[in-house]
């Protein structure tokens, strides 16, 4: 049995500034993503994107996962609590973010910059897919340092109790989505864009590969809090939320290599 470190949220006081780790996480995302998309740039020619434009769909991007994730969060999981505490919405830095709020929030903003661009909206969404692992990864591990969204409990030996839980060993499910969402779907995305592929192609490989691996890691963590637990099947939310991502990946890669 392992003891969750109970790392303090926050990283670095400047004055009466307090940096919290989640937040510092997202700017390791954010980093990344230009980095990545930098590299993109250089290596793969054929996208037709310039560094200009990357910092563009950075800041096009940065609002759609704040402004859909914290949105999602309040609508999907907790609508309750956040209803009757209003104010809550706004702290951010105290985690609680839905990947699939920012998702929405992402194809939104993307949509806008698309239009912006002159570009097919599909084709940005190409180029941005494999950069969206590792941010993330960086929000997994965000969730591990707040010691939030653990997982099931488990009598496995790395099974890990979490401060704010109930003493329980359980699956450091934090750590599993990051090698899964983060790693796995980054080395996959990575090395099926490297060569030039139909339009749509690397979008709906990206629909299917994080609608499974959260599928599959939702089996470890713990049902989320609010009017959700398991629900129909013994199915949780994520995961449902996750099946229609697996679907619409599976028509979008087969309409990108059967359209002329």
């Known amino acids: 049995m392992l003891i969750h470190p109970q790392f303090d949220p926050v990283a670095i006081h400047l004055g009466p500034l307090a940096v919290h780790w989640y937040g510092l996480m997202y700017l390791l995302a954010f980093g990344l993503f230009l980095l990545l998309g930098r590299l993109r740039i250089q290596t793969q020619p054929w996208n037709g994107w310039s560094v200009t ?7 096009y991007g940065v609002l759609g996962v704040v402004l859909g994730g914290r949105l999602g969060e309040v609508l999907f999981y907790e609508p309750g609590y956040y209803f009757s505490h209003p104010l809550e919405i706004l702290a951010v830095w105290k985690g609680g973010m839905s990947f699939h709020g920012g998702f929405l929030g992402v194809l939104v903003a993307m949509a806008l910059f698309a239009r912006k ?3 097919p909206w599909l084709a940005l969404m190409d180029f941005v897919a494999p950069l969206v692992p ?3 990864a960086a929000g997994r591990l965000g969730n591990f340092i707040n010691g939030e969204l653990w997982g099931r409990p488990t009598d496995v030996t790395w099974g890990m109790v979490f401060p704010n839980a109930d003493g329980v060993p359980r699956h450091p499910s ?3 989505e990051f090698a899964l969402e983060g790693v796995a779907l980054f080395v996959l995305l990575w090395l099926f864009s ?8 690397v979008s709906g490989v990206f629909l299917i590969g994080y609608g499974a691996f959260r599928f599959i890691g939702e089996f470890f963590r713990n049902p989320d809090n609010g009017i959700f637990g398991l629900m129909t099947f013994n199915v949780s939310m994520g995961q449902w939320l996750s099946l229609p991502m697996i679907l619409t990946g599976v028509a979008l890669l087969r309409w990108a290599y059967r359209k002329p």
């Open 134 to 136: 590792p941010g993330l």
């Open 174 to 176: 934090q750590l599993y």
């Open 53 to 59: 434009q990357l910092d563009d769909m950075l800041f």
């Open 194 to 201: 490297r060569k030039e592929r139909p339009i749509g192609a």
């Open 117 to 119: 661009a002159g570009r």
